[in-house]
């Protein structure tokens, strides 16, 4: 079923904190940590709470799309992009920028919750709730810390780090002790967390802490353990026929999803455009940013270009002019503004309604069986097994609704031949562009690929600078014990 609101049933004021110096964690008209958990209705209450800062407008609910889409560039802009969503396209942010900050500051408050929830969790009188629902609602917070440094390190690097209630301003961590914290979290959140099959959709389970620390192992260069990790996933999960089954609103939460950033326009969407994580701000404006009544963005041709003629997945991922709306079972043929190519299709909700000018509640996905199986694919051809390369490719390719040619097949050979490591990485990487468009993988991608600069460079991407975001003004100003010295390289 639909995860229900991520928001908290009690005021806490420590969550409204960010990483800033010398927190004030305290509010003598509000519950005080070490009065609050008292009961299992309150340690699920702050464990929801760590969730809610996904839907925020820093990242899932407005601008962490723009960010990962745009500078990969598998976005191009219209003329009427704001301009600091076409800085994200030509690498020229400034150390000030408002929604890198969001990103910022919105993870810490992720964080700081997960370590509010941990801490007072750990601290509960004995009695008062289940070992096993206390060891759970504790394994929750740890993969949503997990996830949030996950977010940050990538994109910033060395961070500062907080495993327990912020009290004090701290210094730069070095990012390798950044992902020990991660692993660290995620190999607990494994070993605790319920299976897909006994939790609600939308909340963490066991397999989504196994598939988050494939990945992390992955991103760190260490394969055999990535392998590990994903043995646990691998069979669990299943790729649904329908290919745009992914990314709509009434099918998602399917087998083949891992972990989704809820949304929902069950509540409405009032509260929308002051996303924060403190209220209900259930909706994300994808719909609205993407579509083709505001039409900020559209499918770069470097995208589209990647794609195999005949392949089915371009058609559920884009619209062409001519191609057929059906909202209410009436057809009605797509224009595509400004005689552009094409307009995103996915996460769109022009199969329901005629036009995209409202929020949306369709789920993002964070981790689905494909990419897992696509990073399985790259995993095994890194640690020299081909022949398991090339099925886990083909597996992603046999879905009934996609049904391409196989690699490894005549049909095949002359687009993308697999007799060599070298060939089967480039099958992986063109498998990860058609598969995953759209879905904020391709930039952490080419990154830890180094291939950024032989792709973006020509759009103004610097190797050793825009690799990573800057720490944003605003942190190294409030927090005492950053200095600009502690600034990312080039900025």
Request: charged share 20%; aromatic share 12%; glycine share 6%.
């Amino acid at each position: 079923m639909k995860f229900i609101k991520y928001i908290l049933a009690l005021g806490i004021s420590v969550f409204s904190i960010s990483s800033c110096k010398n927190l004030d964690l305290t509010n003598p008209n509000e519950l005080s940590p070490d009065t609050f958990f008292k009961t299992e209705v309150q340690l699920e209450s702050a464990v929801n709470a760590t969730y809610a800062n996904l839907q925020t407008h820093g990242l899932y609910a407005r601008h962490i799309f723009f960010m990962m889409d745009n500078m990969s560039h598998e976005n191009a802009g219209n003329p009427q992009l704001e301009a600091d969503k076409v800085q994200y396209l030509n690498f020229s942010w400034p150390v000030d920028h408002g929604s890198i900050f969001a990103y910022w500051d919105n993870c810490y408050r992720g964080i700081n919750k997960a370590n509010f929830a941990i801490v007072n969790a750990e601290e509960m009188e004995d009695g008062l709730v289940s070992e096993t629902i206390k060891m759970k609602f504790i394994g929750e917070a740890k993969f949503m810390r997990a996830l949030y440094y996950f977010l940050l390190v990538t994109r910033y690097g060395d961070i500062p780090l907080y495993n327990t209630i912020a009290i004090e301003a701290v210094s730069k961590s070095p990012k390798a002790d950044i992902y020990t914290q991660i692993i660290s979290d995620l190999n607990a959140a494994a070993t605790s967390l319920l299976d897909k099959d006994s939790e609600d959709f939308g909340r963490a389970t066991s397999g989504a802490a196994y598939a988050l620390l494939g990945k992390v192992h992955l991103f760190m260069g260490n394969h055999q353990l990535a392998k590990d990790a994903f043995s646990n996933v691998i069979g669990e999960y299943a790729l649904v026929d329908n290919y745009f089954d992914n990314f709509m609103d009434e099918t998602e939460d399917n087998v083949e999803s891992i972990f989704d950033v809820m949304f929902s326009n069950k509540y409405g969407g009032a509260g929308s455009w002051g996303g924060t994580g403190k209220g209900i701000a259930e909706v994300t404006f994808r719909d609205q940013e993407y579509g083709m009544t505001w039409f900020n963005v559209y499918p770069s041709d470097m995208l589209l270009d990647e794609f195999e003629a005949g392949d089915p997945r371009y058609a559920d991922s884009f619209y062409s002019n001519g191609d057929l709306l059906d909202p209410d079972g009436s057809a009605i043929p797509a224009a595509v503004p400004l005689g552009r190519r094409a307009a995103w299709k996915k996460y769109q909700q022009y199969y329901k309604q005629a036009s995209s000018n409202t929020t949306s509640g369709i789920n993002f996905n964070y981790l689905r069986y494909a990419d897992v199986l696509l990073m399985m694919a790259e995993i095994e051809n890194e640690l020299d097994n081909p022949t398991a390369a090339v099925a886990y490719l083909n597996e992603v390719r046999n879905r009934p609704s996609t049904n391409m040619p196989n690699y490894g097949t005549p049909a095949m050979d002359v687009l993308y031949p697999v007799s060599t490591k070298a060939e089967i990485f480039d099958a992986v990487v063109h498998e990860r562009v058609v598969e995953l468009a759209g879905e904020q993988v391709r930039y952490n991608d080419l990154i830890r690929w180094d291939m950024a600069d032989g792709i973006l460079s020509q759009f103004g991407f610097v190797k050793g600078k825009h690799d990573l975001f800057p720490i944003p003004q605003r942190e190294i100003d409030a927090n005492e014990a950053l200095t600009n010295a502690d600034q990312n390289p080039g900025y």
